[in-house]
């Protein structure tokens, strides 16, 4: 059964569903869970109840989508992303049939609710994949502008490649964190002084980056492409993500080959991946293009969504509070053209793969994304609720991004990704 966009809009679950929730029956996110001292399987999300698909297709109320035994009983999400765009969309109606407040399948059935339902309260939230290769781009105009103009001056803010093609790198998959885990401060080479040698030691300069991070699905083989118009199709979905950096370590080092140490450290994945076709109705169109753009990059249609995201600070004596406001439609680079661009080459992807939009600023002061935007590289700390300043990220801090789309009556939510910031591990210079 496929639900037509307007009785989608109006699908009610008989699962109890806050108000203002992020996750109503319409969104349906996906991610890895586990009790205590149980096996890690993959779930889906309805209010604040976990649903566990291992359980589901356990008791056969998966059995018609053709998918292979125990897909779902695995401890990372890679597997059921390589099954392809159809079986996501399968589940995806099956699952809008199960928990329809009229079906009685599972609803009447109390033995097999309690093998599937849990409290969110009683759950551990896992990384969702197993990241083989992470890429990061730089997509934002208004991130690339602000951070050229500190750095270079306004005549020089982007680079001369900048609005001809979506400038990335490739990040650390080793270090990428589930959103919880807490953040150690890092150490490396600095040079505050332009004037005296390098030092060393604990970063001065942390920061945060709002990003928005796309899963991969398996691509094509090494050597084929991916267009704009197919890209989507090899875009399991989108999380929260945070790409934590140490500004000054990454200042001395990043010429010539760009970010290391300073950003290799630790990157933060929210715990929910949310499917395209549960955004499907927060398109919009992107950012017109400033300079032509080569054939390869061009595309048809609404590529954009307007997701909004704010950014939260708990100090340690205070309590939390917001900082920033931005939204994804904002990127002037698409997730179609970064997917593009990032296989023209014959470059493979594969199911898991990260690939994040680098950070998401718009164009005043409060939608700014990291803090070397918000206090302009310090210049102007941030008067705290609580009395303190933040010039950046101290000891004790939590960060946290949370990201929601919201448009007539329907609010689709990404969850949260956070992170609290430990102090550096000490080192010991004789060793």
């Known amino acids: 059964m496929s639900f037509p966009s307007q009785q989608l809009l109006q699908l009610s679950s008989w699962i109890e569903v806050p108000a203002q929730s992020d996750f109503p029956i319409q ?19 309805i209010g604040d109840t976990i649903i566990d698909l291992a359980a589901l297709q356990a008791i056969g109320l998966l059995e018609n989508l053709s998918l292979p035994p125990n897909i779902f009983a695995q401890a990372t999400l890679n597997n059921f992303i390589k099954t392809g765009k159809k079986s996501w969309s399968a589940l995806r109606q099956r699952l809008l049939e199960i ?17 599937v339902l849990f409290s969110m309260e009683n759950v551990r939230m896992h990384l969702p994949v197993s990241v083989g290769d992470y890429t990061d781009f730089y997509a934002s105009k208004e991130h690339a502008t602000n951070v050229g103009i500190m750095f270079r001056g306004k005549e020089n803010a982007l680079m001369p490649n900048w609005l001809h ?3 990335g790198y490739h990040g650390r998959a080793s270090s990428v964190l589930v959103s919880g885990t807490p953040v150690r401060r890092p150490m490396g080479q600095m040079r505050p002084d332009a004037t005296q040698p390098p030092v060393f030691g604990a970063t001065r300069l942390l920061d945060f980056e709002v990003e928005m991070a796309y899963i991969a699905a ?18 399991f979905g989108l999380s929260v993500f945070n790409d934590w950096s140490a500004r000054d370590i990454q200042s001395w ?11 290799n450290f630790a990157s933060s ?59 994804f439609k904002y990127m002037y680079w698409t997730i179609a053209q970064q997917m593009a661009h990032h296989t023209i080459n014959g470059c493979n992807i594969n199911a898991g793969d990260i690939l994040a939009s680098g950070t998401i600023s718009g164009s005043t002061p409060d939608s700014y994304g990291s803090m070397l935007e918000l206090t302009w590289r310090g210049q102007n700390p ?17 960060l946290t991004i949370k990201a929601w789309a919201e448009k007539d009556g329907l609010r689709i939510g990404l969850g949260e990704v956070s992170g609290e910031i430990l102090p550096a591990f000490p080192y010991d210079e004789s060793q």
Not at 270 to 294: D, K, Q
């Open 27 to 45: 969104n349906l996110p996906m991610g890895i869970f586990s009790e205590a001292n149980t096996a890690l399987r993959a779930a889906t999300r």
């Open 165 to 167: 093609l979506p400038v």
């Open 99 to 115: 928990f329809d407040k009229e079906n009685p399948e599972l609803r009447d059935n109390a033995a097999a609710r309690e093998k």
């Open 218 to 235: 398996q691509g094509k083989p090494l050597g084929e492409r991916i267009s704009t118009a197919e890209a989507e199709d090899y875009i």
């Open 382 to 398: 941030l008067l705290l609720a609580d009395g303190s300043m933040r010039k950046f990220l101290e000891d004790g801090d939590t």
């Open 269 to 327: 994945l929210a715990p929910w991946i949310v499917s395209l076709e549960a955004l499907e109705p927060f398109r919009v169109a992107a950012p017109e293009p400033v300079e032509p753009l080569l054939p390869y990059l061009q595309y048809k249609g609404k590529k954009a969504f307007d997701i909004h995201l704010e950014v939260l600070l708990k100090t340690p004596q205070g309590e939390q509070q917001s900082i920033a406001k931005t939204n």
């Open 253 to 263: 080092e990043y010429v010539p080959l760009g970010p290391f140490l300073g950003k």
